[in-house]
């Protein structure tokens, strides 16, 4: 059985053990052992305040196999981005440049260096080991997150955002850090994302051109990048529209991949998740009337959240499955129905 839930500091060696194999392929999840430790700290400080809006607080989660109890994936939420450090987007958005005595007026679309998504809540660190990397478990590691945010919607803001890999070739070149950001920085792009993992951030406004780039200057290769997400994080794309995320023309300023946003309250997994009182059995047999969902309870450091079958009509969860859950008979959860559109 897979579980969702809060990392602890029990699980750094496990999360240490997934951002090696990532090889530096998220900028959230570097293979560095003291900020990994961090992370970990954050999400406990952030699970014990008492909140009331969203401020610096972050929440990780890992997904633990319960037969090996090994942890394969990791997941996380920042309650506000740009608070504690700057959070830089490049904004896509035509210039317009004009002659009266030639009568010409050309639109020309440029790069805008921007911090507009201050204070926006952020999915961040969607790392799912390949073993185990299939449309349920992805599903289950990314969206259990919004479950987690319906419970506790006071610690998050009302515009949430997710930024997805931009395209690389066979050797992990992004054409649009070669085009733009090599000439800058003077480093490979790896590099700059592991500064920037472990909130090295402060050369990134002392590096960048602070005025417009003008596309029509970057080659073929890094235009027809802008906006299109890495082949691995297509899949995680269709799942965030579903959810009604959707791209508005701000881009990764490294890698150029886009920078999905939506109204946090109108969330799919936040309008169509049901609280229902639960009976808990010996076990379950899947009838004609079980559908496929997520179930979570409703608790915060003790937040946990797993795929299943369940009926409607009878919402029984077998004894291993509760207690994986920690509710027992009478007690709330909340379910998602993963079989409608």
Known sequence: MLILRPANFAD??????????????????????????????????????????PGT???????????????????????????????????????????????????????????????????CTLYLEQPYRSEDNLRLLSLARLLFIAAHSERFAPRIIAELQGVTDERGRSPFWESLGRHFFNMELRKANYLTGIDS?????????????????????????LGRPREDAIEVQSLLETQGFAYRKYIDIFDAGPTLEAPTHMLRALTHSQILPVNVVESIEAGDTCRPALISNEGLDRFRCLRTVIDPGNPELGRAEAEALGVGAGDNIRVYWLDRP
């Open 12 to 53: 750094l060696q496990g999360i240490e053990r997934l951002a090696a194999v990532a090889g530096g392929s998220l900028t959230t999840l570097p293979a560095n052992r003291d900020y990994l430790s961090e992370l970990i700290e954050r999400t406990t400080r952030s699970l014990r305040k008492s909140v009331d809006r």
């Open 57 to 123: 607080e972050s929440y990780h989660f890992v997904l633990e196999d319960s037969d090996s109890q090994e942890i394969v994936g990791v997941s996380g939420i920042e309650a506000a981005v740009g608070l504690g450090s700057p959070f830089y987007s490049y904004r896509i958005e035509d210039v317009v440049r004009a002659s009266n005595e030639l009568q010409i007026h050309n639109r020309i679309p440029a790069l805008h260096l921007c911090q507009d998504y201050i204070g926006s809540s952020r999915l």
């Open 201 to 225: 951030k402060s050369f990134i406004a002392d590096l960048l051109p602070q005025h417009p780039v003008y596309l029509p200057l970057l080659s073929k290769e890094a235009r027809d990048a």
